[in-house]
C-alpha cells in the first residue's frame, strides 16, 4: 500500500517570500504524485501532478513540484508567494496503473501574512 | 460545465441518528468517490464506483455506512446510526474514468457534526 507524509501540518510565510511545502511516499511500486490545493470554503482541486518523464512539473500559478524517486519525495515550491496562496494543500499519491485512488496526506496549511 | 453538487453542506445530528448525503458527479464522468476528512487529517476513501459498479469499498464502516449508484449517475451515503466520531466533512469526487491521470474534481463537501 501506498502512504504520503507532510510534516509541516502549518507554514506560515510573508508575502513574497519563497516557501516549499514538504512531502514524503512510501510506495513499493511506482506511482503517480499529486499536489491538491483547499481555498477556504472551497473543494480540493488539482494544483499539479507528476505522471512520467521530467521530474519537474509545474502549475499555471507559479508553484512547482520535483519528483525524487531516491529519496522518495514531493516538495512544493513557489519563489514568491501571495496573499492568495493562503490555502491547505494536499499531497497525494497513486499506484501507476492502478483502478484505485488517491491516498491523501494530512495536509499543510500555507498562510501567507502580509 | 457544472462542477460536482453536494447536498446538504450543513447537518447537525445526535448520536444514534441517521443522515444522508447527495453528490451530483460532473456529466459524463464514470466514476464517483466519496472520501471522509476529518479535521486535522486528509481525506480518507470511504467507497468508489464505476458507473453503478463497486471499486473499492474497503475502508466503509459496512455496519453504520452504506452507498449506492444506482443509475450510474447521482450517489447517496448513509449513515446509520451515527456515532460521535463521523464527525467531519464529506466530501463527493468524479473523473473521466479510473486510469492515469488521477485528476479528481470535487464538491464542496457536507459537514456532518454528531453531538
Do not use: M
Not at chain 1, 499529486?34 to 519537474?56: A, D, E, H, I, R
Amino acid at each position: 500500500a501506498q502512504s504520503v507524509t507532510q510534516l509541516d501540518s502549518q507554514v506560515p510565510v510573508f508575502e513574497e517570500a519563497p516557501v516549499e511545502l514538504r512531502c514524503n511516499y512510501s510506495s513499493s511500486v511506482s506511482v503517480y504524485l499529486f499536489w491538491y490545493v483547499q481555498y477556504p470554503n472551497q473543494g480540493l482541486q488539482l494544483l499539479l501532478k507528476y505522471l512520467s518523464g521530467s521530474t519537474l512539473v509545474e502549475s499555471i500559478n507559479g508553484f512547482e513540484a520535483e519528483f525524487n524517486k531516491s529519496q522518495t519525495s514531493f516538495h512544493l515550491r513557489k519563489p514568491s508567494v501571495h496573499i492568495s496562496d493562503t490555502a491547505e494543500y494536499f499531497c497525494a499519491v497513486k499506484r501507476a496503473g492502478s483502478a484505485r485512488q488517491l491516498t491523501f496526506g494530512s495536509g499543510t496549511q500555507l498562510t501567507v501574512l502580509p | 460545465e457544472a462542477g460536482v453538487a453536494q447536498s446538504p453542506r450543513y447537518k447537525i445530528i445526535e448520536k444514534r441518528q441517521s443522515v444522508a448525503f447527495w453528490c451530483n458527479p460532473i456529466s459524463g464522468h464514470a466514476t464517483l468517490y466519496w472520501y471522509q476528512q476529518i479535521l486535522g487529517q486528509g481525506p480518507k476513501l470511504l467507497i468508489q464506483f464505476q458507473n453503478n459498479g463497486v471499486v473499492d469499498d474497503s475502508q466503509l464502516p459496512k455496519d453504520r455506512f452504506s452507498a449506492e449508484r444506482l443509475k450510474g449517475v447521482d450517489s447517496t451515503l448513509k449513515i446509520q446510526p451515527a456515532k460521535l466520531e463521523d464527525s467531519a466533512v464529506y466530501l463527493c469526487a468524479s473523473s473521466r474514468g479510473v486510469e492515469g491521470t488521477g485528476e479528481l474534481f470535487f464538491g464542496e463537501g457536507s459537514r456532518l457534526t454528531v453531538l
